[in-house]
């Protein structure tokens, strides 16, 4: 077939996450595979407006399906944000006669595809954020090796918790978004789960459960909080005051965004750097791509963005139900 494009950029773009690289290695041996120019654009859309850009063939994405992090670099940017930015960043696609932009990241990445694709470049998003936070795909790349970290991590925490008998207040990322949170908390059998979707309440999310584990026999509680929900030390200096523990904080933080991704980020990244490219070669514009009961399809980035995504009610009445007893 012929392709509608004859040279694509790629980019990565926002919080890294484990998996970016499979996916970046899928677009270049796609592209090449149908006889498409990529090149790599490093530093996000920092990078597009600057032409920071790098050749890729086979060779420059050997040996990095199993590497975390992104070898084109990330970055936020909010030059990238107006409009002047983004004119800048469409004159680097005209200079270097980019067709096409796979855009590799999460929804501030897709929202600056947009705004890029109202000036004639033909976008299309791979969501990769360990957030899981974007609302037209059941997954974003990074997901699963985050949370599997998290879960590695905490376990550990419980070992001594348990020796000690003492209350560990360990907070996940997630700024906007309790995917993570509520995942994590389930995986490890929590005492309790703050989530930003819920306004926080000590009362009813923390002392409650907390009493309730105590009550059931129990002398040391794991409480997972989303960095959006609550701050883990306010929430540690309140379990302190109100219910005399002396609870040990941890802070997760970069760690959770690092490592060698999972099998299931590395499958589902190469399926989705495969698709991005089989849109672009169609001849389609302003896709996001995603995973809906594990096939991949592609979504119009502005239906996408615009559906509302909300905590899975099942999980979370499964994670309320087996929290505090
Ligand atoms: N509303 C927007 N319009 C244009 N560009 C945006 C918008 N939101 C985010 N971006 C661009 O995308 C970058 C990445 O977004 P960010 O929200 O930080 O990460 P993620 O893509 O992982 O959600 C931002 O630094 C900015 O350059
Ligand atoms: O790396 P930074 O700039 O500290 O950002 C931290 C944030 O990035 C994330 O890890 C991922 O968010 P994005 O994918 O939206 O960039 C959030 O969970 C976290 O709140
Ligand atoms: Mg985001």
């Known amino acids: 077939m012929e392709s509608a494009v004859k040279r694509i950029g790629v980019l990565t773009s926002g ?16 592209a090449m595979k149908n006889s498409i120019e990529c090149v790599g654009i490093r530093r996000g859309w920092a990078g597009l407006i600057a032409g920071d850009i790098c050749p890729m ?5 050997s040996r990095i399906i199993n590497r975390g992090g992104t070898i084109l670099y990330t970055a936020r940017s909010d030059e990238f944000r107006t409009p002047e930015g983004q004119k800048k960043a469409a004159n680097t696609c005209k200079l270097l006669g980019l067709d096409g932009i796979v855009a590799i990241g999460g929804d501030g990445t897709f929202r600056g595809a947009q705004d890029l694709s109202r000036f004639g470049v033909s976008v299309v998003g791979v969501p990769g954020t360990i957030d899981n936070d974007i609302v037209c795909t059941d ?27 003492r209350c560990s207040v ?62 883990a030390m306010d929430v540690g200096k309140e379990i302190k005051e109100h219910l005399g523990l002396d609870p040990r904080v941890t802070i997760l933080g970069h760690i959770q965004r690092g490592g060698s991704p999972t099998a299931k980020d590395r499958v589902l990244a190469t399926r989705m750097g495969y698709e991005a ?41 499964v994670m309320t139900v087996m929290t505090g007893v």
């Open 15 to 30: 919080g890294d996450a484990p998996g970016m690289n499979a996916a970046i290695r899928a677009v270049v041996r796609t």
């Open 57 to 61: 063939n086979s060779g420059s994405v």
């Open 139 to 165: 997954y974003t790349i990074g997901f699963d090796t985050a949370a599997n970290t998290a879960v590695e991590c905490i376990d550990r925490l419980r070992d001594t918790m348990q020796s000690h008998e």
């Open 170 to 231: 360990v907070e996940v990322m997630g700024r906007h978004a309790g995917y993570l949170a509520l995942y994590v908390g389930v995986a490890v059998g929590a005492t309790a789960v703050l989530v930003p979707e819920h306004q926080y309440d000590f009362e009813k999310h923390v002392a409650e459960k907390i009493r309730a584990a105590r009550l059931g026999g129990k002398t040391n509680f794991m409480i997972v909080v989303a960095e959006g929900a609550a701050s």
């Open 277 to 317: 490219v089989r849109v672009l070669a169609e001849g389609m514009t302003n896709r996001v791509i995603c995973v809906r009961d594990d096939q991949i399809v592609n979504v119009d980035i502005d239906e996408g963005l615009a559906m509302k995504k909300t905590l899975n009610a099942e999980e979370f009445e």
